[in-house]
């Protein structure tokens, strides 16, 4: 029965179980870092370029 299934078997599962899911944390906490980076950023940027620009239209109107 196990040596049936001998294509499973020849590609180490055991490891691939390991880093597998190692990648995957890794790659979804990078992500999770550059989505708030990117979401912090992009508040920063709103805010300074409202602050900013709305001088300007508050002069001139």
Known sequence: MTRHASGSGNRHP???LI???LISE???AFLGIIL???AIL???ALLHLN???MLP???TT
């Open 57 to 59: 239209v508050w002069l």
């Open 36 to 38: 708030i980076q990117r």
């Open 26 to 28: 890794l790659f979804k």
């Open 51 to 53: 602050r900013v620009t």
């Open 19 to 21: 880093s597998f899911p």
């Open 42 to 44: 992009d508040v920063y």
């Open 14 to 16: 055991f490891p691939c």
